[in-house]
């Protein structure tokens, strides 16, 4: 049995999305500068990927 110590999740929180469900308006910082990126600025103009993986060199 895993145990996690000092970490808290927010998965009992929130609610999951179902398909064809709109996604939550979020933002992110951007890799260059003060740049940001918010969902809802995209929203209607142009499609959305968002790619999630471990950091790069690590052995998962």
Same mark, same amino acid.
């Given at each position: 049995?895993?145990?996690?110590?000092? =970490?808290?999740?927010t998965? @009992? =929180?929130?609610?999951?999305? /179902?398909? +064809? @469900?709109?996604? &939550? @308006?979020?933002?992110? $910082? !951007?890799?260059? !500068? +003060?740049?940001?990126? /918010?969902?809802? @600025?995209? =929203? +209607?103009?142009?499609?959305?990927?968002?790619?999630?993986? $471990?950091?790069d060199?690590t &052995?998962?």
């Open positions: 049995m895993a145990v996690t110590v000092g =970490r808290t999740s998965a @009992d =929180r929130t609610q999951t999305l /179902k398909v +064809g @469900d709109a996604a &939550p @308006d979020f933002e992110l $910082p !951007g890799h260059r !500068g +003060g740049e940001k990126f /918010k969902l809802s @600025d995209a =929203r +209607g103009k142009k499609n959305v990927v968002l790619v999630f993986y $471990p950091l060199w &052995p998962v």
